[in-house]
């Protein structure tokens, strides 16, 4: 099934778009997607906030799915789910407190100048 999964994914490396635009072009690109697909994610951390602003603004419809979260690089796989309205995911504690994207504080580090 995971090997399915991946060559169905399609394929987003944050780690390749300025920090000014990550967010929007996220939102652009999981927008972009029907139900039941799913976007693989690459980034150089652990986004929390954005996976807050996921859960804030599509209502549980982008089921989260961690398939890496280390050191070297985070990857998870994000999948539409219509059916999913008004279910949240959960999400990691540090995401829940507010933590900041690598930039501390409140605000998210990746979507900064």
Do not use: W
């Amino acid at each position: 099934m995971q090997a399915q999964l991946a060559q169905q994914a399609h394929y987003f490396d944050a780690r390749g778009v300025a920090k000014r635009f990550r967010h929007a072009a996220i939102f652009g690109a999981l927008e972009s997607l029907g139900d039941g697909e799913t976007m693989r994610f690459v980034n150089d951390h652990d986004p929390l906030p954005l996976l807050d602003q996921i859960n804030q603004r599509y209502q549980g419809q982008v089921r989260i799915n961690y398939q890496q979260r280390d050191n070297d690089a985070v990857i998870i796989d994000f999948t539409i789910d219509v059916d999913a309205r008004g279910k949240p995911n959960e999400l990691p504690e540090a995401a829940k407190a507010g933590g900041g994207c690598g930039g501390g504080g409140g605000s998210c580090g990746c979507s900064g100048g």
